[in-house]
């Protein structure tokens, strides 16, 4: 059975930068899209990222755009979120799943990103 577990999640100030992981074990993380979900309290969750596998195709929410870098270690079988200039709206949990839009499939625990000064 897939099983993910995301790490790499902290406090970090106003600006920082954090690169989550997502690393798979069960199963090679050979899925079409792999992609990243947040959820902050109160909020629904909402897709950040997502990542085609078979081309490498990247898709990023506006209010990420240009900030955030989704990409993929197929050696490692891990999928990688590196977060630049980090503002407190991005304040969430975080997990990975292999779907991008609706219900997250296969999630995992999440790892939790607090941005505050």
């Known amino acids: 059975q897939l099983h993910l577990v995301e790490s790499g999640g902290g406090l970090v100030q106003p600006g920082g930068s954090l690169t989550l992981s997502c690393a798979a074990s069960?199963?090679?993380?050979?899925?079409?899209?792999i992609g990243w979900f947040r959820q902050a309290p109160g909020k629904d969750h909402e897709g950040v990222s997502c990542?085609?596998?078979?081309?490498?195709?990247?898709l990023y929410i506006d209010s990420v755009k240009g900030r955030f870098t989704i990409s993929r270690d197929s050696a490692k079988n891990t999928v990688y979120l590196h977060m630049d200039n980090l503002k407190s709206e991005d304040t969430a949990l975080y997990y990975c799943?292999?779907?991008?839009?609706?219900?997250?499939?296969?999630r995992g625990q999440g790892t939790q990103v607090t941005v505050s000064s």
């Open positions: 069960g199963f090679t993380l050979d899925y079409p899209t």
């Open positions: 990542l085609f596998t078979n081309d490498g195709k990247t």
């Open positions: 799943a292999t779907s991008c839009i609706g219900t997250p499939r296969n």
